[in-house]
């Protein structure tokens, strides 16, 4: 039995997490894997039953379940909510943090029937299959803040940027041996020709390239990689980068697969390990079945492969959800001329008739 924690959060959280749980069930039943989901609160309704958005009740599920499954944290509600308690800082960080999440895998892949979908030209997207993994614990969402008023009235506010050795040797294995197994090319990202913390970085991977021959590492300062991620983004195939150029580059490279609702994620590094999309609760469009629930059922894909070394179920998910997008089914956001238009509960229901 697999126990799984299943936190919906906020937004369209709520829309698309269980259309990924029905996905996984439909899965479990075929190939008779045995899952057990357990709902657990988190931000908005578990400030309003417990005054906190990370519960201990919620963290102590976390802590016993084998995975997690998160839909999305933020809403305007909690929005309006001091800093210290609003959900990404006071949820989302600590959850990946307690449970020792330094690796965030972010895949980005281009299906074919989405080409169209992308705003870059089909040649420069077609194929594109790149692993952006991001370091997950440090760096500067982790440093320490401050915020001060100086002596002449104004205001100064202090964020720091920090890796040690270990933190960046964990992540470096992590990414040479993803690349090992892939296509062998690892782009190591950093800003070294500015940041000390990026010199750091940028050693650390040179001393570690010496155990990993078959793969070709080379370094690229972020703002190029940003441009080089739209100009050509075939040349890449595993990039490893700290906290916030990671956050910033997938959600860039997102839109090589025409949307964000199609990036999945899988956050590695603990006896627990979290799924969730790469996108944020959108507030935009929550409630009115028009998100896209692409990305949170391929994390489920992911949790299947990952945690449970279920390679046939994970496989029979991405299939499906192929095979959809091949007979022409898409959430608003992926729309093009031709295609059939569907909403959140009718997308997870063509991915289930095809497993
Ligand atoms: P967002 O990712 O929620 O939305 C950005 C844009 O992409 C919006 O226009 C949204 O409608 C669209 N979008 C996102 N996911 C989609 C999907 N599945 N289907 C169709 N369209 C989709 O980022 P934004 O707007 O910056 O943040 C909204 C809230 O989410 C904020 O409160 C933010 O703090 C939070 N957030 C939470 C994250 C998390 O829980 N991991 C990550 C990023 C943001
Ligand atoms: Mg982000």
Known sequence: MHQIAVLAGDGIGREIVPEAVAVLETVAAKYHYSLEFRTGLVSEDAYEKYGHPLPPATLELCRNSEAVLLGAVGSPKMDQL?????????????LRKE??????????????PLIGASTLKPEAVQGINILILRELT?????GPKKRERLADGSEQALDTLVYSTPEIERIGRLAFSAARARRGKLVSVDKANVLESSRLWRETMV??????PEVDLSHMYVDNCAMQLVRWPGQFDVIVTENTF?????????????????LPSASLGGKVALYEPSHGSAP???????????????????????SFGLEEGARAIEAAVAQVLDDGFRTPDLMTEGMTRVGTQAMGREVRIRI
């Open 82 to 94: 001091p800093p210290e308690l609003r959900p990404e800082r006071a949820a989302l960080l600590p």
């Open 138 to 142: 440090g760096g500067l969402y982790f």
């Open 246 to 262: 990671g956050d910033i580059l997938s959600d860039q490279a997102s839109m090589l697969a025409g949307s964000l609702g199609m």
């Open 207 to 212: 001393r570690l390239a010496p155990e990993y």
């Open 99 to 112: 449970l020792g999440l330094f690796a965030n895998l972010r895949p980005v892949k281009v299906y074919d």
């Open 284 to 306: 935009d469009i929550a409630g009115k079945d028009l998100a896209n629930p692409l990305a949170t059922i391929l994390s489920a894909a992911m949790m299947l492969r990952h």
